[in-house]
């Protein structure tokens, strides 16, 4: 019983570590902060930082304890959407910092259609998850 509640201790400690990892690390990026400043929403840059980090530690939660919530289909939905912008918004902010799309239009001399390039890559994540999760691809 006390091996149970020691690694049951040792499993929420670990998810509240990475949580806060990776809260951290999304701060670091200037997601937060720019999601701030492009929705004039600056004084509330605490809020965002704690329900983020609060997001992230219940989302570890729900994991280990597989916790379900019966919402239904529209709820599914709704999580997909919010979970693709969020997923989004780490991959191009990656990218911007580490200079991708500056460095690959140099080196293919690349000077028009940068909305182009994004949708089509926006458009190829989408099919890609769709077909992955539809069709059962693994």
């Not at 499993?11 to 990892?21: F, K, M, N, P, Q």
């Not at 580490?98 to 989408?126: H, M, N, Q, W, Y």
Request: proline content about 4%; overall charge negative; some cysteine.
């Amino acid at each position: 019983m006390w091996q149970q509640i020691f690694l049951g201790f040792a499993g929420i400690c670990s998810g509240v570590i990475i949580a806060g990892g990776a809260v951290g690390l999304m701060i670091g990026l200037s997601i937060l902060p720019r999601y701030a400043g492009i929705t004039h929403t600056a004084d509330s840059i605490l809020l965002y930082e704690d329900m983020t980090l609060l997001g992230f530690v219940l989302g570890n939660l729900f994991w280990v304890f597989e916790i379900s919530l019966p919402l239904g289909v529209p709820f599914l939905i709704l999580y997909g959407v919010f979970s693709g912008i969020f997923l989004g918004s780490w991959i191009l902010a990656l990218a911007e910092v580490a200079d991708v799309f500056p460095v690959f239009s140099r080196r293919i001399r690349l000077t028009e259609g940068f909305p182009a390039i994004i949708i089509a890559i926006a458009a190829g994540k989408c099919t890609g998850t769709l077909l992955f999760y539809f069709l059962g691809w693994q």
